[in-house]
T-cell receptor, first 111, second 115 residues
Framework: KAGVTQTPRYLIKTRGQQVTLSCSPI?????VSWYQQTPGQGLQFLFE???????NKGNFPGRFSGRQFSNSRSEMNVSTLELGDSALYLC??????????FGPGTRLTVL | GQQLNQSPQSMFIQEGEDVSMNCTSS?????WLWYKQDPGEGPVLLIA?????ELTSNGRLTAQFGTTRKDSFLNISASIPSDVGIYFC???????????????FGKGTKLSVKP
């Protein structure tokens, strides 16, 4: 069974730009969660989607948004990028609140 | 954001040694998970715990869900070089079918080989 896939693996952007990251969950998993990982703050929850609906949201500004498609694939978008948005963005999928399985992440660098 | 207290922050291991780490929280969780992360990769699930007092093993790894539901422990027996990495605990509020599925993570325990 294929694992969680995330694209792209690496991204370099400049301040003020926007970025879209993509996540394909494990087949049969309908819940997709996004996390931000930085050396200072560790792993922080961004949001969770289930059946195309945002079900839960972490404490991040409105510049961070996401969506989920009918095939459970998910995207997250960050607008007006700031230097502090540089991080590893991780996507995890699960069968509705069971164990969450993570993808390899997208490493975003904001210059 | 909310985080768990995970200790130790780092430790050095010699092949064959046993390793212990733990996580504590001021909040009660219904699920505890332990992950391992290698550089440049996403966390890999090692063990999931669902009941207070539960003791679960995965090969040389054993984890326990504390009876107060506010802590969890991970032990690695007879460590080997490939055990090196960062171990994270994560607490989850949600039940199956619930809506509080997000994970709250500890800051990690970094395992390195003794020089």
């Amino acid at each position: 069974k294929a694992g969680v896939t995330q694209t792209p693996r690496y991204l370099i952007k400049t301040r003020g730009q926007q970025v879209t990251l993509s996540c394909s969950p494990i087949s049969g998993h309908r819940s997709v969660s996004w996390y931000q990982q930085t050396p200072g703050q560790g792993l922080q929850f961004l949001f969770e989607y289930f059946s195309e609906t945002q079900r839960n949201k972490g404490n991040f500004p409105g510049r961070f948004s996401g969506r989920q498609f009918s095939n459970s694939r998910s995207e997250m978008n960050v607008s007006t990028l700031e230097l502090g948005d540089s991080a590893l963005y991780l996507c995890a999928s699960s069968r509705e609140n069971n164990e969450q399985f993570f993808g390899p992440g997208t490493r975003l660098t904001v210059l | 954001g909310q985080q768990l207290n995970q200790s130790p922050q780092s430790m050095f291991i010699q092949e064959g040694e046993d390793v212990s780490m733990n996580c504590t929280s001021s909040s009660i969780f219904n699920t505890w998970l332990w992950y391992k992360q290698d550089p440049g990769e996403g966390p890999v699930l090692l063990i999931a715990l669902y009941k207070a007092g539960e003791l679960t093993s995965n090969g040389r790894l054993t984890a326990q869900f504390g009876t107060t539901r506010k802590d969890s422990f991970l032990n690695i027996s007879a460590s080997i070089p490939s055990d090196v990495g960062i171990y994270f605990c994560a607490g989850q509020l949600g039940y199956y079918g619930g809506s509080q599925g997000n994970l709250i993570f500890g800051k990690g325990t970094k395992l390195s080989v003794k020089p």
